[in-house]
């Protein structure tokens, strides 16, 4: 029986969207408990129509709700009856092993770092971003922006870590590692990359080298490793154009009837590629490195986005993905 | 009268491209003249329809040519007699203040560097690449690749030369600055980003403080200022996304018969668009910092491209762009 504690209370569209997603979830997964965490008065009323998996879900009682505007240190070491906090405790007492949150990103990894702690042998914990790309695939790019000021070695361990989640998460035999640079060539790159790229040629990884940003949407690695102040430039650089192209799209559809008629014909396939380059469609971005597997889901998570999360943090436990990490880096 | 030393043998097109680029730009302006500098025996029978603007014009016989083969700074060094190489001499030699190549971006950077110097005061040279937006405007994107390991100070000063060139090139008036990083909150940030913000605060500049990499497609800084791994890392990401967008939607459009008949009417509309965010529409990379006005034309540039290119040039001489950024950055 795998064991995940939600923050019922993080995010836009919560509790209705976590509640929602996290009874989806249970109805998927026979061996699955959840603890939902949150206001109970408010977290009762949404399980009416929750009676065929109401024997695998407890509601935890919280009574505050961290918000996206106070500190995420702060708000981890004061808010002690805070929904994520307490989601935390349950992870750390050992009463889940998981957590899923669509709250302060900021918040959900202070909690991992100061109330988890890391796995023996990780430097930094990382968060790894699955990008998806025009194959219909995905990439994971980690560190995507827990880590600004990296050493090569955490770099080199960002992409073991990824790694390690691509094979038992994603399901990929042999994970392509590709580390983030600003050309193919060995001799390219600033101080960590370099370091890294160095370390990571003597592990047994399937490392193809040097990529650069444009590989991520191309698919041409599984896993793209780079410090986080990159990874989060990359993820935001992308996020950006793709706005203002699907912005000049809309403008541009709409300018006469020839193009509004040729609109209405092209819509769907429109729709189609939105859909499968946004990222929230993929699911959460799990936090790597940290004593349980935690997933951050985006803020604005439907319910259907969050039980994508939660179908994730159930993977990573199916996949064992803390321990084989512990073990992994051990070895070196 | 300005004078623009042209490297003719250098890019994809060459010497075809440049020469009918170069015959446009003299054109296009009374008061300029151009050195062709490359094998005359190539350039001479491309200027039979060039009579009207031959008197401005001079072929610099130079037998060598640079390929992106080889290793930028030791063909620099040691080929004396390459187009690239003569253009850079001429500009030392005073003959010209400017020069324009399509060639490989490594050697015009070490050409730059070590051929022509940095003006007095500056740290390090940098390549600004303008950035389509989505209103049709765009962002000068610097340093986007020269310098990977970078000090606060330098990334501060990529700003102040980037904001001279928004200035007296595309007549923007009190250019909006601002500091790429990880987030808007000012505490955000690696270790140069925030050593260049404490910097920026202190300065005349518009400094708009921290933008995330998002903003610079969307267009809400007229400069973007950050180190040269993150600007490449940005400049990349966005091309990758870009061409990974109207991959799918070429394939999406040629799906079926409704898709394809929506597609025919909807083409124009997806040209322009195609059009307006493409980087090299814009035209070429100026380099910041060196003594002379230095454009980095796209390797593919067609004639029009390197005609954009050499009217950026010639727009950095009208505007004094060097002399501003040597008298702005002795201010300090």
Redesign the interface.
């Known amino acids: 029986m795998h064991i995940i504690a939600v923050d019922a209370m993080g995010g836009d569209h919560a509790p209705q969207s976590t509640v929602q997603g996290s009874v989806e979830a249970l109805r998927a997964y026979g061996d699955l408990r959840i603890l939902l965490v949150g206001q109970e008065e408010k977290l009762a009323p949404l399980l009416q129509d929750a009676g065929d998996v109401r024997d695998r879900l407890e509601i935890v009682d919280a009574r505050e709700v961290i918000s996206n505007n106070e500190s995420p240190v702060m708000a981890i070491r004061q808010k002690t009856d805070a929904s994520l906090v307490r989601a935390f405790a349950l992870v750390r007492e050992g009463r889940a092993q998981a957590l899923v949150s669509a709250g302060s990103t900021g918040a959900v990894m202070a909690g991992g770092m100061f109330r988890l702690g890391r796995i023996e042998g990780v430097e930094r914990p990382a968060l790894a971003t699955p990008i998806p ?2 194959g219909g695939g995905q990439t994971l790019l980690l560190d995507s ?1 827990a880590n ?2 990296c050493q090569g070695a955490w770099i080199a361990q960002f992409a073991r870590m990824g790694a390690v989640y691509a094979r038992q998460v994603l399901g990929v035999t042999n994970p392509r590692v590709g580390l ?1 640079n ?1 050309g193919e060539e060995e001799e ?4 960590q ?1 370099k370091e890294a790229g160095a370390l990571l040629k003597e592990t047994g990884l399937n490392f193809v080298g040097n990529v ?7 698919g041409e690695a599984d896993v793209v490793a ?5 990874g ?14 699907f ?3 809309r403008q ?2 709409t ?1 006469n009837s ?2 509004k ?6 819509k ?3 729709r ?2 939105k859909k ?2 946004n990222a929230e469609e993929i699911g959460g971005v799990p936090m790597l490195g940290v004593l349980g597997a935690v997933v951050k889901a985006h803020g604005n998570s439907s319910a259907k986005a969050f039980f994508s999360a939660v179908r994730q943090a159930y993977r990573m436990l199916e996949g064992n993905v803390t321990d084989i990490i512990r073990s992994e880096l051990q070895d070196v």
Do not use: H, Q, S, Y
């Open positions: 790309t025009a922006g600004v000021d983030l600003i390219k790159g600033n101080r990359t650069e940003a444009r590989a991520i949407p191309m780079c410090d986080g102040f990159a989060n430039v990359a993820l935001k650089a992308m996020e950006g154009i793709t706005k203002a192209l912005d000049l799209l541009e559809l300018a020839r193009t008629l040729g609109a209405a014909l092209v769907p396939a429109l189609r590629i499968r380059m």
